[in-house]
């Protein structure tokens, strides 16, 4: 990888091969999931028709990407932020309601998500930020702006109606531990979690009695010394406030249905109405595939078209019931060696910014990877985000590349750049 090309390194082969693969192994799975039959046809109106067009439109653009100056996309880093924030205001107003959500620009049968550009607006943004000489991650000043960039996209998209697609931006966060960012706000983050799961569990009035209850044993058996009370007890109402807030937003943020299937995925609240069905019915294909799987367009739930959005959002089914483990072990494999790749074109950046990053397409995919697999198996609730590189769609697919190939253009152009230390 070390040889070079008019003074810049070889695109790096394996990234791509592994990329090229997803690709593949999602179209075979469109294909079963939205078609099923044996003979194949390039029919463009079908499912696997419009997939095949998305698959060439973001190949050329992955390509185009290495005719393109690097220095374009650094200069223009808070551009493309400030114009995918726009557009996540304008769909507010302006775009067409799907599922609830109104999250999407439609002209005539073209649509447009902008929550899956905005992660490129996002990561550009925090790359040229947090690459900056002054910034300093330790500073409570520059946290909060680089919390900033990260919350301004999720209120716009929960505003949208689509809070599950806003939770991918908090993928960021771990982007900031590598440019050093204190570890016990991953912690504040795990109890914080704790906390909304209980909130969900017991309710408000609960939670406020349980930690009063809670915060009198302690001074009582505990704390003597009152610079240390008045600390726990300012933790205890922020601890308050934070279960009110999550009570808020549940209430009157989250959708009814998404409430629900929390609640279901929790074991809070029985399921008579089939607010689990899509789950159900994707353990079903998952588990009917045993270890060797069906056959490809064998399988039965995947033909009897059982498990909803297969396509989309529970792609994966397809790959469990016709491939059984070994199939969904084999493209879970190449998912891990997809991100231990990026990780190591990570490290080996000369450039800070393009270090940041290669870490921020990392986190997004491996966020995307993880929960929809999980959701897939009832071990996540359905928040509704795609598998990378294999769900059906255009604003998926072409987002997912050019995160990727933006990476790996950056990273023939790493030989060209100083090394650094801020």
Known sequence: MSEKIYGQS????????????????????????????????????????????????????GAVLFLMDV???????????????????????????????????????????????????????LSRYVSDIDTDMKSLR?????AGIILLPIALIVLQGDAGSGLVFFSFIMVLYREGLSGSILVIGIIAVILSVLTFAFGFIAMIAALIILGGIITAFIYTNTRQLKI???????????????????SNVLQEHQQKRILVMLGLLEDPQGLGYNVNQSKIAIGSGGFWGKGYLQGTQTK????????????????????????????????????????????????KYSRVYAYCVLSVLFFHFLINIAMTINLAPVIGIPLP?????????ISFTVLLFLLL???TNRENELDSDY
């Open 232 to 250: 726990f007890w300012l933790v205890i109402l922020a601890c308050i406030g934070f279960t009110k807030a999550v009570d808020f937003g549940f």
């Open 71 to 125: 220095r374009f996309f650094e200069a223009f880093s808070y551009a493309f932020f400030i114009a995918w924030m726009l557009l996540l205001f304008l769909v507010i107003f302006f775009g067409k309601e799907v599922n609830g959500a109104r999250s999407w620009f439609a002209i005539g049968s073209f649509r447009l998500q902008p929550a899956e550009f905005a992660k490129l607006g996002v990561a550009l943004a």
């Open 304 to 351: 009897g078209d059982f498990v909803p959005e297969q396509h989309t959002d529970f792609i994966f089914t397809s790959i469990g019931e016709e491939f059984g483990w070994v199939g969904s072990t084999v493209v879970i494999i190449i998912f891990v060696l997809l991100f231990l790749r990026i990780s190591m074109l990570a490290e080996r950046q000369r450039s």
């Open 142 to 146: 520059y946290q909060l702006i680089t």
């Open 10 to 61: 070889r695109v790096d082969g394996i990234t791509v091969l592994l990329y090229l693969l997803l690709v593949f192994c999602g179209f075979l799975a469109i294909y079963s999931s939205s078609h099923g039959s044996d003979n194949f046809s390039f029919d463009f109106s079908t499912k696997y028709g419009k997939q095949i067009i998305w698959i060439a439109i973001s190949i050329t653009l």
């Open 389 to 397: 590189f294999f769900s059906y769609g255009g604003s998926s697919l």
């Open 409 to 411: 253009r950056l990273d």
